[in-house]
C-alpha cells in the first residue's frame, strides 16, 4: 500500500511528493494488538488515518474482515465505521469542551442505535464504570477531569459501539508513566473483556512493547522490522531500532542494567491465542 502527501503547490516544494507510506504490508489478528512505533514523521498516524477512512491510500488495499476498505461503497463503509474506533493523544479532538462527558459518549450510541433515554443513560453510567469512573460523572465536563481520566473517557466513547478494532494514536503519549501504565493496563483488560484489536501507535517503544502481540517499526514510510513482544528488544537488527531503543536507554553502560523497563506483554501475562479466533481482519497492502 502507498501514499504520497504532494508538497505545497507553486510554493517552494514544487509540488514535491513525500512518501509516507512506502509498500506496507501489514496484519493484525483478531484479538490481538500490533503495535506501531518510529520516529515522528515516519508515517504512523498517516497509516493509522487510511484504516479510519481519513485519508485515502494511493494504491493497493485495506483489508478488514476480508472486505477493501478503500474501494467499498459508503453504504458498506458506515457499517464498517462502528467496527473501527479510535483514541488519539488529543482528547479534545472526541470530547467537546462546552458538553458534559455524557452528550459525547453518547454521541455515537446517538448515531448508530436507537435506545431509548433511559437505556443511553444505563449505557454510559455502564461505560463509564468499565473505564474505571463513577456513574454520577455523567454530569462533569471535560475541565474538571484529569488528563488519565480524561483518556479513560475518551476510551469509554470508543468502546460505545463494540468495535471491532481501536486504533489508538498516541493515545498515552502525553501522560506521565504512572498514569500511563494505568491506562495500559485499563486497555489490556478491555481488549480482553471486549474482544478488541488494537493497532497501537506511539513513538515509545516501551509503552509499545507492554501492549503489543506484534511490534513493527516504520521509519520514513516503511515498515523496516517487524518482531514478537515475547521475544527481547535486543533481538532488533535495524538501525532505526537500535536507535530507538538506544533513545530510551541510560547512555553510560554502567547505568544499563538500572534502566527499569516496563515488562513486555508476555511477562505480565500468558500470551492470548486462540487459533478459532484467528481471523485475519486487517491487511494492508497489495503482495502479502
Ligand atoms: P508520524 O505520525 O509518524 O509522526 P505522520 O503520519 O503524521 O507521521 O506524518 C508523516 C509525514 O507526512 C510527516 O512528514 C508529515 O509532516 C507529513 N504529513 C502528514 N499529514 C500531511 C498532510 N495532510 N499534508 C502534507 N503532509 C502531511
Ligand atoms: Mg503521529
Excluded at 474482544?195 to 507492554?210: E, G, K, N, T
Excluded at 528488544?233 to 553510560?252: E, G, N, R, Y
Aim: charged content about 25%; overall charge positive.
Amino acid at each position: 500500500m502507498n501514499k504520497s502527501y504532494t508538497l505545497g503547490a507553486g510554493s517552494m516544494f514544487n509540488n514535491k511528493k513525500l512518501k509516507v507510506a512506502d509498500n506496507i504490508c501489514l496484519t493484525l489478528d483478531q484479538g490481538m494488538c500490533l503495535g506501531l512505533v518510529g520516529e515522528s514523521g515516519s508515517g504512523k498516524s498517516t497509516l493509522g488515518k487510511m484504516i479510519l477512512g481519513l485519508e485515502k491510500p494511493d494504491q493497493g488495499e485495506i483489508r478488514f474482515e476480508g472486505k477493501d476498505l478503500v474501494t467499498m461503497s459508503k453504504k458498506e463503509r458506515l457499517v464498517v465505521r462502528r467496527k473501527i474506533q479510535t483514541v488519539f493523544q488529543d482528547c479534545y479532538s472526541s470530547l467537546n469542551p462546552r458538553w458534559p462527558i455524557y452528550e459525547s459518549i453518547s454521541e455515537p450510541l446517538r448515531n448508530f442505535e436507537k435506545l431509548s433515554a433511559r437505556e443511553e443513560k444505563r449505557t454510559v453510567q455502564e461505560l463509564l464504570v468499565s473505564v474505571g469512573l463513577h456513574p454520577e460523572d455523567i454530569k462533569k465536563y471535560p475541565h474538571q477531569f484529569s488528563g488519565g481520566q480524561l483518556q479513560r473517557i475518551s476510551i469509554a466513547r470508543a468502546i460505545a459501539l463494540k468495535p471491532k478494532l481501536i486504533v489508538l494514536d498516541e493515545a498515552v503519549s502525553s501522560l506521565d508513566v504512572l498514569i500511563q501504565h494505568q491506562i495500559l493496563k485499563l486497555l489490556d483488560e478491555l481488549k480482553e473483556r471486549y474482544l478488541l484489536s488494537y493497532l497501537f501507535i506511539s513513538h515509545d517503544i516501551m509503552a509499545v512493547r507492554s501492549i503489543s502481540d506484534q511490534l513493527a517499526v516504520m521509519s520514513k514510510g516503511q515498515v523496516v522490522e517487524t518482531i514478537n513482544c515475547k521475544d527481547p528488544l535486543s533481538s532488533m537488527k535495524h538501525p532505526v531500532s537500535k536507535q530507538l531503543l538506544a533513545s530510551i536507554l541510560p547512555s553510560h553502560p554502567r547505568d544499563r542494567n538500572k534502566a527499569r523497563l516496563t515488562p513486555s506483554k508476555g511477562e505480565m501475562q500468558e500470551p492470548f491465542l486462540e487459533t478459532n479466533v484467528q481471523q485475519r481482519i486487517v491487511r494492508s497492502g497489495q503482495t502479502c
